[in-house]
Nanobody, 125 residues
Framework: QVQLVELGGGLVQAGGSLRLSCAASGRTFSTYVMAWFRQLPGKEREFVASISWSGSSTYYGDSVKGRFTISRDNAKNTLYLQMNSLKPEDTAVYYC??????????????????WGQGTQVTVSS
């Protein structure tokens, strides 16, 4: 398994931007499908975005499409999530996840077995 550490969460006003990072350990980062999920207390973890091994394919949840951008830098073993036009309903703990599989776009949490510890994003109105 790969070890994942998220960075970059914080407090931002509605309409603002944040960029999350997810640093991965090991030398096989480029062989993992990567994704971002988010979760509110007492609610199920929600799919945000995913990206293929090379970064050439991406897929987004409907609630973030057009506002968030997922990307990766395989040379730096790092995954990113650029979040623009943030809304209060984007407030959640954000998690990055990794899985060795063929890329298929949309995922559920059960598709991944490597997770970061999460980073809090709070959007004030």
């Amino acid at each position: 398994q790969v070890q994942l550490v998220e960075l970059g969460g914080g407090l931002v006003q509605a309409g603002g931007s944040l960029r999350l990072s997810c640093a991965a350990s090991g030398r096989t980062f480029s062989t993992y499908v990567m994704a971002w999920f988010r979760q509110l207390p007492g609610k199920e973890r929600e799919f945000v975005a995913s990206i293929s091994w090379s970064g050439s394919s991406t897929y987004y949840g409907d609630s973030v499409k057009g506002r968030f951008t997922i990307s990766r830098d395989n040379a730096k073993n790092t995954l990113y999530l650029q979040m623009n036009s943030l809304k209060p309903e984007d407030t959640a703990v954000y998690y990055c996840a990794a899985e060795r599989s063929f890329y298929s776009g949309s995922y559920s949490p059960s598709d991944f077995d490597s997770w970061g510890q999460g980073t809090q994003v709070t959007v004030s109105s």
